[in-house]
Nanobody
């Protein structure tokens, strides 16, 4: 499956952004999907994930309440709504898809830059 993320940009602290990730290739609705991010000088970290049906969602503890993951299988798209953004949310955000298990992603998109100014 190929993943194409978009929606990143520059936003002021306290603002919002919605990232989108369109999947192509194999049947998108069969895959759990998610988001990771990597800030400058830091390791890549888990942000959120959602099961193929959308019935279960998982978040990094530090992001609960501010970020919301969702998906629209009819559009082959997964979203990440980010609210109350902070400068420390600045990172490249990657969308992912999981294969047989949700232990770790099997597919990665190219990333979209999110920059939050103070």
């Amino acid at each position: 499956v190929q993943l194409q993320a978009s929606g990143g940009g520059l936003v002021q602290a306290g603002g919002s952004l919605r990232l989108s990730c369109v999947a192509s290739g194999r049947t998108f609705s069969s895959y759990a999907t998610g988001w990771f991010r990597q800030a400058p000088g830091k390791e890549r970290e888990f942000v959120a994930a959602i099961t193929w049906s959308g019935d279960r969602r998982y978040y990094a503890d530090s992001l609960k309440g501010r970020f919301t993951i969702s998906r629209d299988n009819a559009k082959n798209t997964v979203y990440l709504q980010m609210n109350s953004l902070k400068p420390e949310d600045t990172a490249v955000y990657y969308c992912t898809a999981y294969g047989a298990t949700m232990t770790k992603p099997d597919y990665w998109g190219q990333g979209t830059q999110v920059t939050v100014s103070s």
